[in-house]
């Protein structure tokens, strides 16, 4: 049950686009299509933005987008606003009920 | 409007117990697995455990199991955590989160707040 691997930080400008890595195994990302993102910010609770590798949920902004190629899944932000800016995190399946395994999270600053 | 509520955080002493409660309002509680998730200060996100529907199936990380119970109530539309034998390093905000689809944790609670320090 190790953590998913994610870049600390990343950053952009307003308008521009920024894509974040979540790295895992064969035993959870690259095994499955169950990897969803969270967005949150500070001092509140996490909200789901991607789910099932590249499916939005209802009212998230489709400048969000997921993507996945082998154990490696990705977040891409488009178009860039001020209050994107937050910590983000992977989540993936890791077979059956018995674990999910977060990502340690992304700071994405708007410059 | 769909929503969980935790409770029952607060300080305890290293080896002490803690029972963190969730209630649920706004839909159909026992249709949905449940899971706590914590989150220590400064750091990333962890799932701690779910719990089937009818509370026939329960997963644990590896880091809790034997100390920590996971139940539910589905007539008081209610999710609970036992925490037994706490450690320094469980001190961090727990939110109860239900899970839509395999993986997806559509609905999130505000967070109860847990302290193991002496």
């Known amino acids: 049950q190790s953590a998913l691997t994610q870049p600390r930080s990343v950053s952009g400008s307003p308008g521009q686009s920024v894509t974040i890595s979540c790295t895992g195994t064969?035993?959870?990302?690259?095994?499955?299509?169950?990897v969803s993102w969270y967005q949150q910010h500070p001092g509140k609770a996490p909200k789901l933005m991607i789910y099932d590798v590249s499916k939005r949920p209802s009212g998230v902004p489709d400048r969000f987008s997921g993507s996945k190629s082998g154990n490696t899944a990705s977040l891409t932000i488009s178009g860039l606003q001020a209050e994107d800016e937050a910590d983000y995190y992977c989540c993936s399946y890791a077979g059956s009920y018995t674990s999910r395994v977060f990502g340690g999270g992304t700071k994405l600053t708007v410059l | 409007e769909v929503q969980l509520v935790e409770s029952g955080g607060g300080l305890v002493q290293p080896g002490g117990s803690l029972r963190l409660s969730c209630a649920a309002s706004?839909?159909?509680?026992?249709?949905?697995?449940m899971s706590w998730v914590r989150q220590a200060p400064g750091k990333g996100l962890e799932w701690v455990a779910n719990i089937k529907q009818d509370g026939s199936e329960k997963y644990y990380v590896d880091s809790v199991k034997g100390r920590f119970t996971i139940s539910r109530d589905n007539a008081k539309n209610s999710l609970y955590l036992q925490m037994n034998s706490l450690r320094a390093e469980d001190t961090a905000v727990y939110y109860c989160?239900?899970?839509?689809?395999?993986?997806?944790?559509?609905?999130w609670g505000q967070g109860t707040m847990v302290t193991v320090s002496s």
């Open positions: 989160a239900r899970e839509d689809r395999p993986n997806a944790f559509d609905i």
């Open positions: 706004g839909f159909t509680f026992s249709s949905y697995w």
């Open positions: 064969s035993s959870d990302v690259g095994g499955y299509n169950y």
